[in-house]
């Protein structure tokens, strides 16, 4: 069965600092990883990362993938309030239109 | 980026009684759309996962003559929760991939089952 891990659980941090939250999995026939951002309703698609040690970064957000230990890691330098999210990590199966395995999520909580 | 509706984003019905809710993409052809689940607080899970034309693929667990779902169209899945209970009270969120694509996620229904 498909798992997704993620920590921690939850994080609070005053505002300006930098964050690292974490995704282990373990997926049969992998083939890709992705991060979304969930406040009050539907996610919201952050990162898609397919290839190992190749960073994708969008403003101060930024992941990596490590496909041989199985993790990845979504940075976020200088937090402002509106990042105050649920971050949630996903794995996906085999290739094309192949379901999802949720991570629990962080629950990012950033303090003025 | 691809957008994707859902109707309604909330309803509020008797125990008993049927829910229907829709989910459109609006700018393109989905030929896969998956419905979660997501329970206050947790992650989501996935219930069932359909393609245009064919019966929709069940998750262990999600009872298929409950939450009944047709994909009638490349744009348009439709979950109908038969005989709500208290229980099924819960967000639901579909999203809609089109061939080899990430998936997009609609706005999500909040059904609340009195």
């Known amino acids: 069965e498909d798992k997704v891990v993620q920590s921690p659980l939850s994080l609070v941090v005053h505002e300006g600092d930098t964050v690292t939250l974490n995704c282990s999995y373990e997926?049969?026939?992998?083939?890709?990883l992705l991060w979304y951002k969930q406040e009050k309703k539907a996610p919201t698609f952050l990162f898609m990362l397919t290839s190992s040690g190749i960073e994708k970064k969008s403003g101060r957000l930024s992941s990596i993938l490590d496909k041989k230990e199985l993790f990845s890691i979504l940075n976020i330098t200088a937090t402002q309030t509106g990042d105050s999210a649920v971050y949630l990590c996903?794995?996906?199966?085999?290739?094309?239109?192949?379901?999802?395995?949720f991570g629990t999520g962080t629950r990012l909580t950033i303090i003025p | 980026g691809a957008v994707v509706s859902q109707h309604p984003s909330r309803v509020i019905c008797k125990s008993g009684t049927s829910v229907k809710i829709e989910c459109r993409s609006l700018d393109f052809q989905a030929t896969t759309m998956f419905w979660y689940r997501q329970f206050p607080k947790q992650s989501l899970m996935l219930m069932a996962t359909?393609?245009?034309?064919?019966?929709?693929?069940?998750e262990q667990g999600v009872e298929k003559d409950k939450f009944l779902i047709n994909h009638a169209s490349l744009t348009l899945s439709t979950l109908t929760v038969t005989s709500a209970h208290p229980e099924d009270s819960s967000f639901y969120i579909c999203s809609a991939s089109g061939s080899y694509e990430t998936q997009y996620f609609g706005p999500g229904t909040r059904l609340l089952v009195l």
């Open positions: 996903a794995v996906e199966a085999n290739f094309g239109n192949e379901k999802l395995t």
């Open positions: 359909s393609n245009e034309g064919s019966k929709a693929t069940y």
């Open positions: 997926v049969t026939n992998f083939r890709s």
